[in-house]
């Protein structure tokens, strides 16, 4: 079974700080990663996504993702945070060895954001 | 472009009375269709997801059903009402070539009193 583990129910940064979100992950295969954010009363918008090649992700608005095989982290980070960044962050697995073609993703809980002014 | 649709997007029901949402996905064919459940502004609970016309998996018991008569329409429906069916709910879609990540539709707020 896939899971993932967002340990950080909220995360306060100051503005103009590097930010990191913090992700762990399961998979008994080869993992597929992803990040998407939620604004409030939105849907959830994609971010980034790991799935083969380099380990550093690059995505929208400036962010990046580490994927850590060893550690079994997909880390999201942010050299400069912004006051628009505040928002609910998710992380998401998906198993290579599960789902027989559903394409199902397993988020974490979400950690909220806070970029102080 | 792909995009998605969700409609309503707010709904206040009372307990007892029938549900149906729906979601279109324009743009592309043959998509993995699926349907989240979020309460209280946090995790997601995958409800049920599709992979064809008519073709409906569950993931949890309840008092919800799924159908998905036409390739690009995902209904997500119930006789009766639950005061624990409030939430966010959200349609998502996937398209099977490789690049894994889905997409949301904007949501609808359900509020059961």
């Known amino acids: 079974a896939q899971s993932v583990a967002q340990p950080e129910d909220q995360v306060n940064v100051a503005e103009g700080n590097p930010l990191t979100v913090k992700c762990t992950y399961s998979?008994?295969?080869?993992?597929?990663l992803f990040w998407y954010v939620q604004y409030p009363n939105r849907g959830l918008q994609f971010l980034l996504k790991?799935?083969?090649?380099?380990?550093l992700v690059k995505g929208s608005y400036g962010f990046e993702a580490e994927f850590n095989k060893s550690q079994t982290s997909f880390h999201l980070k942010k050299p400069s945070a912004l006051v628009s960044d505040s928002a609910l962050y998710f992380c998401?697995?998906?198993?290579?060895?599960?789902?027989?073609?559903?394409?199902?993703?397993?988020f974490g809980k979400g950690t909220k954001l806070s970029v102080i002014p | 472009s792909q995009t998605i649709h969700q409609w309503p997007a707010t709904l206040v029901q009372p307990v007892g009375s029938p549900l149906s949402l729906e979601c279109t996905v324009e743009?592309?064919?043959?998509?993995?269709l699926y349907w989240y459940r979020q309460a209280a502004g946090r995790g997601l609970q995958l409800l049920f997801y599709?992979?064809?016309?008519?073709?409906i998996s569950s993931e949890v018991p309840q008092n919800l059903s799924a159908s998905r008569p036409q390739d690009r329409q995902f209904i997500l429906s119930s006789k009766k009402l639950l005061l624990s069916d409030s939430g966010f709910y959200l349609c998502?879609?996937?398209?099977?070539?490789?690049?894994?990540?889905?997409?949301f539709g904007p949501g609808t707020r359900l509020t059961v009193l």
């Open positions: 743009g592309t064919s043959n998509p993995n």
């Open positions: 998401a697995v998906r198993d290579t060895n599960s789902g027989a073609g559903s394409y199902q993703l397993t």
């Open positions: 790991y799935i083969t090649g380099d380990n």
């Open positions: 599709s992979v064809g016309i008519g073709q």
């Open positions: 998502a879609w996937v398209l099977i070539d490789g690049s894994n990540e889905q997409f």
């Open positions: 998979v008994s295969g080869n993992p597929y």
